[in-house]
């Protein structure tokens, strides 16, 4: 089973500075990665796709790199809106197709 | 729009079943993977199950496996997760999402509570 280990668990920034969030794999999972945030008492919202696409609505500050097993969310300039908790998910890239996240890191205001 | 509503949780004692139901709308059901994920009471989220567009591949997590079922019935729109032998530890808010290309949900319902208590 894929493990995936994000990092830092937290991370208190100031709104404007710029933000990255880690997620490594135990081992590779091509591009198959996803970034979501979460908000407190609501679902989760698709950030990046395929580790570096961004999804529909999502603004350009979001960006996402990496492939293989390192994988990297920045946000280049932090709103207001954007401290909660960030998830990453890695699909295997052979059947059965297993679809584990990461466990999470908080972004919260310093 | 794409809407996404789960129900069928509650309260239920360990060892017994339970069947969610989520039910799809805005959008051509028929033609999209669906998850199952859950999210206990203060704890990250947990990929439970996948189907695929026309039901022919289930996957699940090793956490479930031999006791929940996910299956679909496309005629209704409606996704459905079987959970059977629940235990304490089933115990979390249950979403269904649409899965979009390869990875990536682009649509979460609001999430139905499972409490297995005795």
């Known amino acids: 089973e894929i493990v995936l280990t994000q990092s830092p668990a937290t991370l208190s920034l100031s709104p404007g500075e710029r933000a990255t969030l880690s997620c490594r794999a135990s081992q590779s999972v091509s591009n198959y990665l996803a970034w979501y945030q979460q908000k407190p008492g609501q679902a989760p919202r698709l950030l990046i796709y395929?580790?570096?696409n961004r999804a529909t609505g999502i603004p350009a500050r979001f960006s996402g790199s990496g492939s293989g097993t390192d994988f990297t969310l920045t946000i280049s300039s932090l709103e207001p809106e954007d401290f909660a908790v960030y998830y990453c998910q890695q699909r295997s890239n052979w059947p059965p197709y297993m679809y584990t996240f990461g466990q999470g890191t908080k972004l919260e205001i310093k | 729009q794409v809407q996404l509503v789960e129900s069928g949780g509650g309260v239920v004692q360990p060892g017994r079943s339970l069947r969610l139901s989520c039910a799809g709308s805005g959008f051509t059901f028929s033609g999209h993977g669906m998850h199952w994920v859950r999210q206990a009471p203060g704890k990250g989220l947990e990929w439970v199950a996948l189907i695929w567009y026309d039901g022919s591949n289930q996957y699940y997590a090793d956490s479930v496996k031999g006791r929940f079922t996910i299956s679909r019935d496309n005629s209704k729109n409606t996704l459905y997760l079987q959970m059977n032998s629940l235990r304490a530890e089933d115990t979390a808010v249950y979403y269904c999402?649409?899965?979009?290309?390869?990875?990536?949900?682009?649509?979460w319902g609001q999430g139905t509570l499972v409490i297995v208590s005795s």
């Open positions: 395929d580790a570096s």
């Open positions: 999402a649409r899965l979009s290309g390869n990875i990536g949900s682009d649509y």
